[in-house]
């Protein structure tokens, strides 16, 4: 059974920087995607970086240039390298794999972390 867990979330200050580990209870090569999402209070999910087909990435417009996904595939673990934080980076960020099935992709989630950016 797939499990994700999450952690390195806490509180930061403006300018700060987090790493949050998504670690899983399978190898990492069973999925054909790992994402990273955010929720913030009130809003809608929302995709922060993902590895998608082999090891390309993409990120959103709002974090580009301060977020990294990287993957320690021996650790069965995904990383999100958070630096230059803003407060509007405060949410609960969640990891996502995803296994391509017949059926239709299967995604699993994590339980959530959470990353509070305030002075």
């Known amino acids: 059974q797939v499990q994700l867990v999450e952690s390195g979330g806490g509180l930061v200050q403006p300018g700060g920087s987090l790493r949050l580990s998504c670690v899983a209870s399978?190898?990492?090569?069973?999925?054909?995607?790992m994402a990273w999402y955010r929720q913030a209070p009130g809003k809608q999910r929302e995709s922060v970086a993902a590895?998608?087909?082999?090891?390309?990435?993409n990120y959103a417009d709002s974090v580009k240039g301060r977020f990294l996904i990287n993957r320690d595939n021996a650790k069965n673990t995904v990383y999100l390298q958070m630096n230059s934080l803003k407060p509007e980076d405060t949410a609960v960020y969640y990891c996502k794999a995803t296994i391509a099935a017949e059926s239709g992709p299967q995604d699993y989630w994590g339980q959530g972390t959470q990353v509070t950016v305030s002075s």
């Open positions: 590895f998608t087909t082999g090891r390309a990435t």
């Open positions: 399978v190898s990492i090569f069973t999925f054909d995607g």
